[in-house]
Nanobody, 127 residues
Framework: QVQLVESGGGLVQAGGSLRLSCVAS????????MGWFRQAPGKEREFVAA????????SYADAVKGRFTISRDNAKITMYLHMNSLKPEDTAVYYC????????????????????WGQGTQVTVSS
């Protein structure tokens, strides 16, 4: 059983920054791509960013491109989401997820491409 635990959320003013972390259990972390999703109140969960198993390839939602950076440290079995220039519309619960194996970039934005999910961490951006 794989466990994913997010941390780093909190309350920040617009224009501020946060770094989210996702720590995974198990010894196969480096084999799988990973992703971040978010769900705002009253809205469906949406794709934020994804990263390949090696970290060499990334993908971002248009809404966060240029402001957020996804990264991973396989030695520490941890994935990160560096969020800069935060906006009130970034307020949401942020989830990390493990990608099913051997998937191409074209499906990285699809929630069905992920098999394990964390419990989420709240990010609130005040105006």
């Amino acid at each position: 059983q794989v466990q994913l635990v997010e941390s780093g959320g909190g309350l920040v003013q617009a224009g501020g920054s946060l770094r989210l972390s996702c720590v995974a259990s198990g010894r196969t972390f480096s084999v799988y791509g990973m992703g971040w999703f978010r769900q705002a109140p009253g809205k469906e969960r949406e794709f934020v960013a994804a990263i390949s198993s090696s970290g060499g390839s990334t993908s971002y939602a248009d809404a966060v491109k240029g402001r957020f950076t996804i990264s991973r440290d396989n030695a520490k079995i941890t994935m990160y989401l560096h969020m800069n220039s935060l906006k009130p519309e970034d307020t949401a619960v942020y989830y990390c997820a493990r990608m099913l194996s051997l998937l191409g970039r074209s499906v990285w934005t699809n929630q069905g491409a992920y098999d394990y999910w964390g419990q989420g961490t709240q990010v609130t951006v005040s105006s």
